[in-house]
């Protein structure tokens, strides 16, 4: 049985300043391999799931949690998305300007 390992926000918040705009750049095989990275189907449809009830107002205090949890690793995600697009521009860039 695989566990679940959670972060609080300021877990978050640490791996996000790891990753931060203050890096300058990625390999670009690592750049590449985090594009990669992104919710599995069954997450998107809960993620969608739970965004109906919150418009409803139905969400439980589990529920709230959990849709917290999407939102904090779904912030982490796209700062890391955002550092691997600046990578393989900043190279790119680099590239044409010497070559």
Do not use: N
Not at 37 to 43: A, G, S
Request: aromatic share 4%; charged share 30%.
């Amino acid at each position: 049985m695989a566990s679940e390992s959670t972060f609080s926000p300021s877990e978050v918040a640490v791996l996000g300043r790891l990753i931060g705009p203050e890096r300058e750049s990625l390999p670009v095989l690592t750049a590449r391999a985090i594009l990669q990275l992104d919710f599995e189907p069954r997450d998107h449809a809960r993620m969608h799931e739970l965004s109906l009830k919150a418009r409803e107002g139905t969400l439980s205090a589990e529920e709230r949690a959990e849709i917290d949890a999407y939102g904090r690793i779904g912030s982490l995600l796209d700062q890391m998305h955002s550092l691997a697009r600046r990578s393989l521009k900043r190279r790119s860039a680099g590239a044409k300007s010497h070559g």
